[in-house]
């Protein structure tokens, strides 16, 4: 159900520092794992995905590790820059229900990039 | 690339009154659309799964009289909020998938923040 009265997480950086953003997943079943950027007043926007056949998978800047072991999820972002600031939400789902299946979200990480 | 829009981007609207918003599939098919509800500094809750040509699936806890859902077409998708209340008052989502040849990738609208008063 919906956590009620929860702020997000805030993780606040440098313009220039690595950041990394951890989410932990629930479903065991889960196959395939997707990452989103929120700004403010819009949709999510797709990052990076990873499938759990790897550990790892790199994007421009972006950076996904996937710890199957202990369901854990981290996404790194190389040389933050203000323009990264926005909410970053971990995705799981099914790969074969891919379609029929919505995805179920992580709780969420607001990033702040301070100048 | 392939764009989920909705409509409208914003909508105020009174207590008891309905609202109806719309997920549009640009330029590709969707025979299902997720809609999902998001309240402020919190995640995307599932609500609903919208099937084109037949009834939609709700989740647990949303009332499918009050959330009216119709998947008419292949391209559209409506939510309306029906006697909407202040709690209401959210950030509604909508998604479809979009396949290709070795790929597939969920796509957001962007967004409708309904506030009732």
């Known amino acids: 159900g919906e956590s009620v009265g929860l702020h997000l997480p805030t993780l606040s950086v440098q313009e220039g520092d690595n950041s990394i953003i951890n989410c932990a997943y629930s479903?065991?079943?889960?196959?395939?794992f997707i990452w989103y950027k929120q700004e403010s007043g819009k949709g999510p926007q797709f990052i990076i995905d990873?499938?759990?056949?790897?550990d790892k998978r790199q994007g421009q800047r972006v950076t996904v590790l996937l710890n199957k072991t202990v369901k854990h999820l981290s996404l790194q972002i190389a040389a933050t820059q203000p323009g990264d600031s926005a909410v970053y939400f971990c995705?799981?789902?099914?790969?074969?229900?891919?379609?029929?299946?919505?995805?179920?979200f992580g709780s969420g990480t607001r990033l702040q990039v301070q100048p | 690339g392939a764009v989920v829009s909705q409509h409208p981007s914003w909508v105020i609207c009174k207590s008891g009154t309905s609202v109806k918003i719309e997920c549009r599939s640009l330029?590709?098919?969707?025979?299902?659309m997720f809609w999902y509800r998001q309240f402020p500094k919190q995640s995307l809750m599932l609500m609903a799964t919208?099937?084109?040509?037949?009834?939609?699936?709700?989740e647990q806890g949303v009332e499918k009289d009050k959330f009216l859902i119709n998947h008419a077409s292949l391209t559209l998708s409506t939510l309306t909020v029906t006697s909407a209340h202040p709690e209401d008052s959210s950030f509604y989502i909508c998604?479809?998938?979009?396949f290709g040849y070795g790929f597939s990738e969920a796509f957001f609208g962007q967004g409708t923040r309904l506030t009732v008063v």
């Open positions: 995705a799981e789902n099914i790969e074969e229900d891919t379609g029929r299946r919505a995805l179920t």
């Open positions: 330029d590709f098919q969707a025979t299902t």
């Open positions: 919208s099937n084109e040509g037949s009834k939609a699936t709700y």
């Open positions: 990873i499938r759990s056949n790897m």
């Open positions: 479903n065991s079943a889960s196959d395939y």
């Open positions: 998604s479809a998938w979009v």
